[in-house]
């Protein structure tokens, strides 16, 4: 729209601050000062003396997760009735209705939330007939940076979620408040139409702030995933036709069959859209390799982030998980999105892309994350959020990021028309993430012998790869497998269900059976513990192995004992000592004769 477009009648708007953000703002009396549903009216300040009806609109199952992320607001308060409605007309609002059913909310057609009145409605996407529906209207982003343009729909090369077309349906009002991260993002908005800018403020971002305060939760988190001290490889994928997954889906499945799984972690995080579009059973069935290796697939509410600050490094296309990832950890970046239409030249995302190392073949990552300098990732989430948050440095004058839900709290019951709880308003910290589905149960190991050390690198076992033998986990890994490995190992630590008729095996009876069992077999072990295992080389005597894990800077870092057994299934019989180097990492196994009580032990 032209830069001289008129105001809105009946709005008075401040001047622009310095920062870009409007300095004051008087919203229309008849929002403030109108009768509510029953009757009652505000008092003379404009503050109602009783409650307030809140109706949250969501276009798609993106847009209802950023709404549930803004709920610590209303927390608390009696005075506001909470309900939700899904705007009709998106491609990806399968699974929104469905996410609103998960926390117990109540939910009407979207018939009847045209019908009613409501005192505020909170959105998080401008598009859909959302002019049909009557009260004061907030809106949010449900992304970060305004990165993307998508050609064919709206006003061309506008940023969706700052275009007019879609702020101003057939010429009607603005929002009352559109409620952005970051003052750039304002002075974006005005060059576009200074009537929807006069209706625009600077909260920050309320994800990126409940991201903010679950760091401390990071250890949690990855003990969760069973990460451990393994480096967490996070991929990040956009939905659309320039997504990671649609251009490269065998990416997730190279890098697996790529890295040491003592060493790595993979993990994988899909924009919601996408998991709408595709559906959880067909998105689960194209990841299958990826997943068996012991992918984690995060799940698109809370789970995403939480799986983000687990991460030790992030590899993304163009959608906005990046700059909160950025933004809280600065961890490496690599950019694995070779241009298109979508991106936003000069956006926050697209200085992000601009200095990451960029990610052509699977091999080439371990180069990749060495080249990415610390703080490119901050430096450009800097412009896509109020402050450079982790850091705790912030803009002259500028308030902390720690307190957008503060300030969005302030906003929104401005327009209510109610006093804001006396209560503080604070994020709710993400939740624990779900554990891998799938782990390897076989693994094609590749040992290399350097003196006294043995080398170990473990890769799942249905990758067609070199390797020095195969290790199964008996009674997990499938008959096909077992019969082939050298190395058959099983666990202690699995639940068992107590029967009233059982058999159980002592650790000497076990290892017999199995090597009497399986002659491909030449070694037979039993991991009791982080620790401690007992194992027998074909032809050899029953031997306990003793496991003295490294320490690193005040921890005790594990790997898997099973990782142990192929070293020492790699090297002579008789040795009483094996240096294991796995995952970068020396590990000092003792071997000694097991002893009676060992050997006896019930599995």
Same mark, same amino acid.
């Given at each position: 729209?032209?830069?001289?477009?008129?105001?809105?009648?009946?709005?008075?708007?401040?001047?622009?601050?310095?920062?870009?953000?409007?300095?004051?703002?008087?919203?229309?009396?008849?929002?403030?000062?109108?009768?509510?549903?029953?009757?009652?009216?505000?008092?003379?300040?404009?503050?109602?003396?009783?409650?307030?009806?809140?109706?949250?609109?969501?276009?798609?199952?993106?847009?209802?997760?950023?709404?549930?992320?803004?709920?610590?607001?209303?927390?608390?308060?009696?005075?506001?009735?909470?309900?939700?409605?899904?705007?009709?007309?998106?491609?990806?609002?399968?699974?929104?209705?469905?996410?609103?059913?998960?926390?117990?909310?109540?939910?009407?057609?979207?018939?009847?939330?045209?019908?009613?009145?409501?005192?505020?409605?909170?959105?998080?996407?401008?598009?859909?007939?959302?002019?049909?529906?009557?009260?004061?209207?907030?809106?949010?982003?449900?992304?970060?940076?305004?990165?993307?343009?998508?050609?064919?729909?709206?006003?061309?090369?506008?940023?969706?979620?700052?275009?007019?077309?879609?702020?101003?349906?057939?010429?009607?009002?603005?929002?009352?408040?559109?409620?952005?991260?970051?003052?750039?993002?304002?002075?974006?908005?005005?060059?576009?139409?200074?009537?929807?800018?006069?209706?625009?403020?600077?909260?920050?971002?309320?994800?990126?702030?409940?991201?903010?305060?679950?760091?401390?939760?990071?250890?949690?988190?990855?003990?969760?995933?069973?990460?451990?001290?393994?480096?967490?490889?996070?991929?990040?994928?956009?939905?659309?036709?320039?997504?990671?997954?649609?251009?490269?889906?065998?990416?997730?499945?190279?890098?697996?069959?790529?890295?040491?799984?003592?060493?790595?972690?993979?993990?994988?995080?899909?924009?919601?859209?996408?998991?709408?579009?595709?559906?959880?059973?067909?998105?689960?069935?194209?990841?299958?390799?990826?997943?068996?290796?012991?992918?984690?697939?995060?799940?698109?509410?809370?789970?995403?982030?939480?799986?983000?600050?687990?991460?030790?490094?992030?590899?993304?296309?163009?959608?906005?998980?990046?700059?909160?990832?950025?933004?809280?950890?600065?961890?490496?970046?690599?950019?694995?999105?070779?241009?298109?239409? !979508?991106?936003? +030249? *000069?956006?926050?995302? @697209?200085?992000?892309?601009?200095? /990451?190392?960029?990610? $052509?073949? &699977?091999? %080439?990552?371990?180069?990749?994350?060495?080249?990415?300098?610390?703080?490119?990732?901050?430096?450009?989430?800097?412009?896509?959020?109020?402050?450079?948050?982790?850091?705790?440095?912030?803009?002259?004058?500028?308030?902390?990021?720690?307190?957008?839900?503060?300030?969005?709290?302030?906003?929104?019951?401005?327009?209510?028309?109610?006093?804001?709880?006396?209560?503080?308003?604070?994020?709710?910290?993400?939740?624990?993430?779900?554990?891998?589905?799938?782990?390897?149960?076989?693994?094609?190991?590749?040992?290399?012998?350097?003196?006294?050390?043995?080398?170990? !690198?473990?890769? +799942? *076992?249905?990758?067609? @790869?070199?390797?020095?033998?195969? /290790?199964?986990?008996? $009674?997990? &890994?499938? %008959?096909?497998?077992?019969?082939?490995?050298?190395?058959?190992?099983?666990?202690?630590?699995?639940?068992?269900?107590?029967?009233?008729?059982?058999?159980?095996?002592?650790?000497?009876?076990?290892?017999?059976?199995?090597?009497?069992?399986?002659?491909?077999?030449?070694?037979?072990?039993?991991?009791?513990?982080?620790?401690?295992?007992?194992?027998?080389?074909?032809?050899?005597?029953?031997?306990?192995?003793?496991?003295?894990?490294?320490?690193?800077?005040?921890?005790?870092?594990?790997?898997?004992?099973?990782?142990?057994?192929?070293?020492?299934?790699?090297?002579?019989?008789?040795?009483?000592?094996?240096?294991?180097?796995?995952?970068?990492?020396?590990?000092?196994?003792?071997?000694?004769?097991?002893?009676?009580?060992?050997?006896?032990?019930?599995?």
């Amino acid at each position: 729209m032209p830069p001289n477009e008129p105001e809105e009648p009946g709005l008075i708007s401040g001047d622009f601050m310095s920062d870009g953000a409007p300095e004051a703002r008087m919203e229309p009396l008849e929002w403030t000062l109108r009768a509510t549903g029953d009757g009652r009216r505000a008092t003379g300040d404009g503050r109602r003396a009783t409650g307030g009806s809140v109706l949250f609109a969501a276009r798609s199952a993106t847009a209802l997760y950023r709404l549930l992320d803004l709920l610590p607001v209303f927390a608390g308060d009696a005075r506001v009735s909470r309900v939700f409605t899904l705007v009709p007309g998106s491609d990806f609002g399968v699974d929104a209705l469905a996410a609103v059913e998960r926390v117990g909310a109540r939910s009407v057609p979207w018939d009847e939330a045209c019908r009613d009145t409501y005192d505020l409605i909170v959105t998080a996407s401008p598009k859909g007939e959302l002019h049909l529906l009557r009260g004061p209207r907030v809106l949010l982003p449900h992304g970060a940076g305004f990165g993307k343009t998508f050609h064919g729909e709206g006003s061309a090369d506008a940023a969706s979620g700052l275009d007019p077309e879609y702020l101003m349906p057939h010429g009607g009002p603005p929002p009352a408040l559109h409620a952005l991260a970051h003052p750039g993002q304002i002075d974006r908005l005005a060059a576009l139409s200074p009537r929807a800018a006069a209706r625009a403020a600077v909260v920050g971002d309320p994800t990126l702030e409940r991201i903010l305060a679950s760091l401390p939760l990071r250890e949690s988190f990855r003990a969760a995933l069973g990460t451990g001290a393994r480096r967490l490889i996070v991929l990040a994928s956009t939905w659309g036709g320039e997504s990671l997954l649609r251009r490269r889906p065998d990416l997730p499945f190279e890098l697996t069959a790529r890295l040491p799984q003592d060493a790595y972690q993979l993990g994988l995080i899909v924009h919601p859209n996408e998991w709408s579009r595709t559906g959880e059973f067909e998105l689960s069935e194209r990841l299958a390799p990826a997943l068996d290796a012991g992918m984690v697939l995060a799940r698109p509410y809370e789970d995403w982030a939480s799986v983000l600050v687990a991460a030790d490094a992030l590899i993304t296309d163009h959608g906005s998980t990046a700059l909160y990832y950025a933004a809280a950890l600065d961890g490496p970046v690599l950019a694995a999105y070779d241009g298109g239409d !979508e991106l936003i +030249p *000069g956006t926050p995302m @697209a200085e992000l892309l601009a200095y /990451a190392p960029h990610l $052509g073949r &699977a091999e %080439e990552l371990e180069e990749a994350l060495e080249s990415y300098r610390a703080g490119t990732g901050r430096a450009a989430a800097a412009s896509a959020f109020l402050c450079p948050a982790a850091t705790g440095a912030t803009a002259a004058g500028a308030p902390d990021q720690g307190s957008a839900l503060e300030r969005l709290r302030l906003e929104l019951y401005r327009l209510i028309g109610l006093s804001p709880p006396v209560a503080p308003v604070t994020a709710r910290l993400l939740p624990i993430p779900a554990p891998p589905s799938r782990t390897p149960s076989a693994f094609a190991v590749r040992v290399r012998l350097d003196g006294d050390e043995t080398h170990v !690198e473990r890769f +799942p *076992g249905h990758v067609d @790869a070199p390797a020095h033998h195969l /290790a199964a986990e008996y $009674g997990v &890994a499938g %008959e096909r497998q077992s019969q082939s490995a050298a190395l058959l190992y099983r666990r202690t630590d699995r639940a068992t269900t107590a029967a009233a008729y059982s058999v159980e095996w002592s650790v000497e009876g076990w290892i017999s059976h199995v090597l009497d069992s399986y002659p491909g077999c030449r070694t037979a072990g039993v991991v009791l513990s982080p620790v401690h295992c007992v194992a027998r080389v074909r032809g050899g005597s029953l031997a306990s192995v003793r496991i003295e894990p490294p320490r690193e800077n005040g921890r005790i870092v594990h790997s898997d004992p099973a990782a142990v057994l192929s070293a020492v299934h790699a090297r002579p019989a008789g040795v009483s000592r094996v240096t294991c180097v796995i995952g970068g990492r020396r590990y000092e196994a003792h071997l000694s004769p097991a002893t009676a009580e060992e050997a006896g032990r019930i599995l």
